[in-house]
């Protein structure tokens, strides 16, 4: 073998060094506050994390690993470990990041120093401490790594400084379905996270664990499903068939009134209805008894991610009895008082799965009947009268939905459009003004419209730009200027109010009655047929000439923005998740733009068969 050939074969040999499961076990201490236990860590009590350990370390080729998990299962402490490992033998630069400053500040205190605290390596060797007199010092969120030099950070996932574009070998994305959809109009936070990573090529370490929530927008759910779905199976004490806990096999007795249990838990294997019982879980679990993750995707194209599944009733903490005592509580209040909190926080907790209780599958079924009646258009229709369009600015983006009117409320979303760049920008104004004033929509029986009013939102923090924007066209243009407003039964216009903007010119500002815009729109949505309906295309999402297209979007995660809306007890539309739900508004400003023009009425126009054709 040649010399150059044996170097380039040495440089691609694994690092001899050790991985993060063996590295955890001779180094790793837990601190008496941190964990259940305390003392030196053995992995062997939750045998399950060994495999997931062996991915997350440099000897595995894999660069993605996630998990959806009940509480209790040590994958916390698995992810401080990972970060540990790299800290002392693999130097790098690293990342955590966890959905809040507050939670971030509590996992950082009480998990993480005082894991390197009670761990004489990290604590002598690794980790230089928070307060030193020298110049290399640590802080709580910022910690330094003596030998390199280079640093772990600690970030939360709502601060948009967290995906700046600085370059890290391993992250650690932690609790993810608490994490915002967006972050301040960046887009998906988990893509904007991996990004970073990249430098880092075939190298680069992503860990992402969290319980789930709800189907439709839990994002570790998606997350995981994408993937090759391990379940963690041990073979049957009695039969020796594979099995894996799951909710349906578990027995028990419980009283019908009080919900209490009233015998042990016990699980039956679903072969040949063994019985299992809790004591004989341990030993069960062990890797020595044939235990072993087995994949229920195995097929999965991409090798280097490996996704989990892990419910709390493999937690060495947390006994079956418990398990399902809180199971029968939650049972009890959605049985007895119709309340489904409790059972839906069990299944994401516990089973770690996600719920959907009867609303939500409600809403799904929405969801699903919408995706289904999407029409086969691309022009537009023979009967609509004119387009309106309605502009939702974000920080990074404007979004536009241009709808044709057939009459008062039936109407087709045309196409939705995402002008990305800074709304303050010029360059991004231009790509505006070439949609609303200059584009041509083709028409199915020949000619042509453009969009003849649009209205745009003033609301957030560009709130000036758009307002200079407005009053540089709307004499020669219908563009409205419009907020939302607080009142719940106002119609979606009624008055204007006329504003001094900062360079003291006046400017008609739109004032709309968004809940009951919100009421007529999302009942439209919900319509089957008739005359008070929305007819959707396929392919919603459009791109012209000029606009990045940065942001993708499927015509499900589009039609879901206008499902995100729950109405509180006064009447109120509330986002209270704060999902994405630009279509939404966009719907809002597009109807309000036809209502902001003076003496226009659209049935009058419909019957007499007026349309507003662009003349060439
Ligand atoms: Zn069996």
Redesign the pocket.
Known sequence: MSVVLQAWKDGLRPDPQIGVDEWRNKYRYLSESGASEHGKLDSNRTPYTIEIAEHLSPQSPTQQVFVCKGVQVAITELGNDFLFTYAHLYSRPMMGVLPTKPLLEDHVKSKVWSGVNASPVLKNEVFYPIKQGSTKTSSTLKMVMRKSGTTLNWRWAESKSTYASVTYGAILASDVDRWPDDVEGEGDPISLLQKRLDTFGIRKKFFCESSPTKRRNSKIYAESMYGDRNYYNMK??????Y?KFSEENFVYEYDKESYELLSDVIYR??????I?KEYEKTEMMALENGAKWIPENPNFRNPLRKTYFLPSYYSPWKSWFDVFTEYLIALGEKEKYGKTKKIKVWYNTIDGSVYDDESEKEVQTTLDQLLQRREEYTKVPEDVVLLSAGVDTQGNRFEVSVYGWVNDRERYLIAHYIVTGDPKDPTTQKLLDDLLFKKLFECENGGAMKIFTSAIDTGGDKTQHVYNYVLRRYKNHRLFAVKGGKSIDDPIVKDFSIIKTKKNRPLKLYILGVNSAKDDIISDVEEQFGTRYIHFPHNIQKFYEGVVMEHDMSDEAFLNQFLQETKDEEGRWKNELKRRNEALDCAVYASAAVKCVKGLDLDKLAKLGKRAFYKR
């Not at 049957?236 to 068939?241: D, G």
């Not at 294997?269 to 063994?274: L, Q, S, V, Y």
């Open positions: 049957c004490p009695t039969c020796a068939e099995i294997c679903p072969h040949n209805d063994c299992i």
